[in-house]
């Protein structure tokens, strides 16, 4: 069996199954050349629908398997505890953890001088339109780096980060991020609902306003800050707006505290090695 042609999923719960159907339908990845080990029936049989081969227990992949990639997505609890019986790939295998909060210390604890890579995907990875903050230890070569990059790839955007410790300080940005948006997005709906629109029409303009302002944003030469002030007639009903948003302490300053809480709580989460 080629090393180079097999994947080892372990754990198909959202982000797993975002990554094998991203490897599948994005990537171009064989479904058979991926190896899920997932103990629930229920999300085994949604691998096996997508055409994965499929295990109960890590005991049951073939002795013959070398894979190139054993990528880590279950709870971060349960890592300590189940990493041992992957440990005879470690020799080969690049291993990819995106369970939050469990530093690269807690692997090699386990794997020793293994290429060992923390990336932590949000929540749009499941449309493949995710964001993927990643760091790799010292014994994750150049051609493993590159390889690691096209698996997540598949699900998003990749991020490479000069130090571990801004996975966290990332968490806090694109892994929480959404969530704020989608609470923005509920508040600009209560909003329109205040001044008047009826409900179904204030949740479709909420939710259309935010798609299509990211969706400018992200194509647009110009700056977030550039764009605020094209919208931003003198005087008009966005000034207005703006000078609410804008006063001291405004949204900048809640976003930023609620950045900060999170990025603690990330902090404190983290798992000692």
Same mark, same amino acid.
Not at 168 to 173: F, K
């Given at each position: $069996? ?12 959202? +982000?797993?199954?975002?990554?094998? &159907?991203?490897?599948?339908?994005? %990537? ?10 997932? !103990?629930? &029936? ?46 005879? =790939?470690?020799?080969?295998?690049? =291993? ?6 469990? !530093?690269?210390?807690? =692997? ?11 990336? +932590? !995907?949000? $929540?749009?990875? #499941? ?7 990643? =760091? ?5 070569? *150049? ?6 990059? *096209? ?24 892994? #929480? ?48 800050? &550039? ?19 804008? %006063? &001291? ?22 798992? !000692?090695?």
């Amino acid at each position: $069996m080629d090393q180079s042609d097999e994947i080892v999923l372990v754990g198909c719960g959202n +982000m797993g199954f975002a990554l094998l &159907e991203g490897w599948v339908g994005r %990537a171009g990845i064989p479904a058979g050349r991926v190896h899920v080990v997932e !103990p629930a &029936e229920a999300l085994r049989s949604r691998a096996v629908a997508v055409g994965a081969i499929v295990y109960a227990d890590a005991a049951d992949l073939p002795q013959a398997l070398l894979p190139r990639a054993v990528i880590v997505a279950v709870k971060p609890q349960i890592v300590g505890t189940m990493l041992g019986a992957y440990r005879r =790939f470690s020799g080969t295998a690049a =291993f990819v953890s995106i369970a939050a909060g469990v !530093p690269i210390s807690n =692997f090699e604890a386990t794997l020793g001088d293994s290429a060992i890579v923390r990336a +932590m !995907p949000n $929540m749009p990875a #499941s449309i493949g339109l995710g964001v993927i903050a990643a =760091f790799a230890n010292t014994h994750t070569g *150049d051609v493993q780096l590159a390889y690691v990059t *096209d698996l997540l790839a598949a699900v998003g955007n990749v991020h490479w980060l000069a130090e571990e410790r801004l996975v966290d300080a990332a968490t806090a940005i694109s892994g #929480s991020g959404p969530a704020y948006l989608f609470h923005f997005i509920e508040c600009l709906t209560g909003a329109g609902i205040a001044v008047g629109l009826p409900a179904e029409t204030a949740h479709a303009l909420a939710k259309q306003t935010v798609s299509g302002a990211a969706a400018l944003a992200m194509t647009s030469a110009f700056s977030p800050a &550039e764009l605020r002030q094209q919208v931003t007639s003198p005087n008009g009903t966005t000034a207005a707006a703006l000078e609410v948003l804008m %006063a &001291e302490p405004g949204l900048a300053d809640l976003v930023k505290r609620a950045a900060t809480a999170a990025h603690h709580r990330a902090l404190e989460l983290a798992m !000692p090695a």
